[in-house]
């Protein structure tokens, strides 16, 4: 059984050869999904850069459900040598833009969809969700279990503390800890790393 295990471990994975592979819209040279992946749709919508290593149980999603329609341009993108941790969950429907060498830890969560909650006579789960775009800069790190929510904008070599929940513009080169998420460290050029005034509430 093990050894079987292994051997399925060894041919399962996803990369640009493979018939899997084939069905994104773009998966470049040297990147692979381990095996086994988690939910994988949309794939049509999806563009994978070069050197990325999706772990194992990740789910990769473009849409809400299997065969949606969602246009001409891809609604998701991971860029170049990238490593998304397992069992991470990317979930596109508008707009999310991963940068290049971007890292996360294992359960990370990423949407660009809200519930709606309009009407109090309505279940939740019943109502038009809405969408807005997510990016995520080149450089950053995503700790362990964060959850990055629609119209979060982090910029570039940010630090995304564990657990965090982020929402909105988040400035480059800072970390980001909490829920929600708020600037616990930033970096001045001429003055290196500095906490910022107690006073700051940043909207992240």
């Known amino acids: 059984m093990h ?30 999904i ?3 992946p988690g939910a994988i749709f949309g794939e049509q919508w999806i563009e994978v850069g070069t050197g990325t290593l999706i772990g194992r149980d990740v789910s990769l999603c473009a849409g809400m459900v299997p065969g949606q ?3 001409d341009a891809p609604v998701l993108r991971v860029g170049d040598g990238c490593v998304i ?3 991470s969950h990317i979930v596109a429907h508008q707009s999310v833009e ?12 990423v949407t660009d969809q809200n519930h709606g909650y309009d009407d109090p006579a309505v279940p939740i ?21 964060a959850i990055v929510l629609p ?10 503390a564990a657990g965090s ?20 460290r930033e970096y001045i050029a001429g003055n290196g790393w500095s906490r910022p005034p107690q006073t700051r509430d940043h909207p992240a």
């Open 3 to 32: 050894r079987l295990w292994r051997a399925a471990q060894q041919a399962g994975p996803i990369t640009a050869d493979t018939p899997a592979g084939r069905r994104f819209a773009e998966f470049g040279a040297g990147s692979l």
């Open 34 to 36: 381990a095996f086994p």
């Open 69 to 71: 329609d969602l246009g």
């Open 85 to 87: 941790g397992r069992g």
């Open 98 to 109: 991963i940068g290049n060498d971007v890292f996360t830890g294992p359960y990370v969560y």
């Open 125 to 145: 789960g019943r109502q038009w969700p809405s969408n807005t775009a997510v990016s995520i800069g080149a450089g950053s790190w995503l700790g362990a279990g």
């Open 151 to 160: 119209g979060a904008r982090i910029g570039r070599n940010v630090v995304v």
């Open 165 to 184: 929940v982020v929402r909105g513009p988040v400035p480059d080169y800072c970390v980001i800890a909490g829920v929600p998420a708020k600037v616990v």
